[in-house]
């Protein structure tokens, strides 16, 4: 899709299941089924696709995807994953490789979202995917990645820290990154969790990251019983819906299995909708 001169792509960053009740949180599966499927084992599907776009000659990715080789095969079955990362072919179709990236924002530093920013080389060991970018995240994610807590130690693994570590560029509040492209720290489904503003032409598209992971989240008390601070998500969801719900700004996704984008008007009603493709 389009942003003004800006052209996004979703890249396939994987294929995975989320366990509907952690996914929802404390909202009664009598409701949120009824807004996104759910199997007989009680999961939704779910990706971790990456946006990739070129601003001002610079090559930029939000978030990483789940990689490839990455996950232990407990892992794999724990989250059903279907499918691993393709980031790297499908930059290729669009004649970029991973060196030439100069950004990924991220929007928080969980294992579906980091992982992909490794790989394993020939020899086995972990290795930079993407060698020359800069990777933006809030300080606060940074230092909990390095020193996890007792919950956190879960999403933050030290080897998907390690490799990248001389990468790392924070920013606290907000950050222009690149003229149009500012990411603003929110909290909520991690301490250190942000989000994307992309402007470009006077049209807007906003990436919430894990605050609305998926559609059906569009209430602001619909949080995840992943988020560690659930009414810091649920205030940040207040504050930039009532901002954003114009029908003109573009909500994008990362993990959501029917929609790339969607606007919503002030009734919290989507106006307009980009179809899940995976066109690659």
């Given at each position: 899709m389009k942003i003004?001169?800006?052209?996004?792509?979703?890249?396939?960053?994987?294929?995975?299941?989320?366990?509907?009740?952690?996914?929802?949180?404390v909202v009664p599966k009598a409701l949120w089924e009824k807004k996104y499927p759910v199997n007989e084992a009680n999961q939704i599907a779910a990706y971790a696709d990456p946006m990739y776009f070129e601003v001002g000659g610079?090559?930029?990715?939000?978030?990483?995807?789940?990689?490839?080789?990455?996950?232990?095969?407990?892992?794999?079955?724990?989250?059903?994953?279907?499918?691993?990362?393709?980031i790297i072919q499908d930059l290729a179709r669009l004649g970029v490789t991973p060196e030439e990236i100069d950004f990924v924002l991220m929007t928080h530093l969980h294992f579906d979202?980091?992982?992909?920013?490794?790989?394993?080389?020939?020899?086995?060991?972990?290795?930079?995917?993407f060698p020359n970018a800069k990777i933006i995240t809030s300080l606060t994610e940074?230092?909990?990645?390095?020193?996890?807590n007792i919950r956190s130690k879960a999403t933050y693994w030290s080897e998907n820290w390690q490799k990248i570590s001389h990468q790392i560029h924070t920013y606290s509040g907000e950050m222009e990154v690149?003229?149009?492209?500012?990411?603003?720290?929110?909290?909520?489904?991690?301490?250190?969790?942000?989000?994307?503003?992309?402007?470009?032409?006077?049209?807007?598209?906003?990436?919430?990251g894990?605050?609305?992971?998926?559609?059906?989240?569009?209430?602001?008390?619909?949080?995840?019983?992943?988020?560690?601070?659930?009414?810091?998500?649920i205030y940040?969801?207040?504050?930039?819906?009532?901002?954003?719900?114009?029908?003109?700004?573009?909500?994008?996704?990362?993990?959501?299995?029917?929609?790339?984008?969607?606007?919503?008007?002030?009734a919290g009603e989507i106006t307009n909708k980009v179809e899940k493709k995976r066109s690659f």
């Open positions: 003004g001169e800006i052209e996004i792509h979703w890249l396939r960053g994987g294929k995975l299941a989320f366990d509907g009740g952690a996914m929802f949180g610079k090559h930029v990715l939000i978030d990483a995807g789940i990689g490839m080789n990455r996950l232990t095969e407990k892992q794999k079955r724990n989250f059903s994953v279907e499918e691993e990362s393709f979202h980091v992982t992909g920013l490794t790989g394993v080389s020939g020899d086995g060991t972990l290795v930079s995917v940074w230092e909990e990645m390095r020193a996890p690149l003229p149009g492209v500012t990411m603003h720290h929110t909290g909520g489904h991690s301490a250190g969790h942000g989000i994307v503003q992309i402007t470009s032409k006077e049209m807007r598209a906003v990436h919430l894990d605050i609305f992971p998926t559609h059906a989240h569009l209430n602001p008390l619909w949080v995840t019983a992943y988020d560690d601070y659930p009414m810091d998500s940040a969801k207040e504050k930039w819906f009532a901002k954003w719900m114009d029908e003109k700004t573009w909500f994008l996704f990362y993990h959501d299995a029917f929609y790339e984008a969607i606007q919503l008007n002030g």
